[in-house]
């Protein structure tokens, strides 16, 4: 950023304000500027810091990938739509942080207006539920993680 001196960046900052712009972004061959205004208090940021975040970001990712690989997926084993209750006026069938057992109903997949009960086929707790009530499920696709006991 040594391009940009302090008095430029002052002065894009008024130009923003004046002219009601809510970002500004300048890029060299050396290095680039955005200034995102939020309200009256313009943010600057810099493609280190955006570089530095996307890091972060990537580095979270893998750590939680490594955590659902000593996880058991539960997944479906039909097309459908997922309904975590029996009806909707009753409580869940599982909830996150629930102990379940090998054979216990987990939710039910709607096909062709039919109500398949699926039961799980792990002992463990619900660590995860990974589509929403009502939502359409691929055949194979995860329904829920579950750490054994």
């Known amino acids: 950023m040594k391009n940009f001196e302090p008095e430029y960046i002052e002065k894009l900052i008024d130009i923003m304000k004046n002219n009601e712009l809510t970002e500004i972004m300048l890029d060299d061959s050396e290095s680039s500027l955005t200034i995102k205004s939020s309200g009256y208090k313009p943010v600057i940021k810099e493609k280190a810091a955006e570089a ?65 009960k699926i039961t799980s086929d792990v002992t463990g707790k619900v660590v995860e539920i990974c589509i929403e009530d009502g939502k359409p499920v691929e055949y194979g696709q995860v329904i829920m993680y579950v750490e054994e006991n």
Do not use: H, R, W
Request: some cysteine; overall charge negative.
């Open 52 to 116: 530095e975040v996307v890091e972060q970001e990537q580095t979270q990712t893998l750590e939680i990938e490594e955590e659902k690989k000593k996880l058991t997926p539960i997944v479906s084993n039909m097309v459908g739509l997922y309904f975590s209750k029996p009806s909707p006026n009753e409580a869940p069938f599982v909830k996150v942080g629930d102990e379940i057992k090998e054979g216990q109903v987990i939710c039910i997949i709607e096909t062709i207006k039919l109500m398949n």
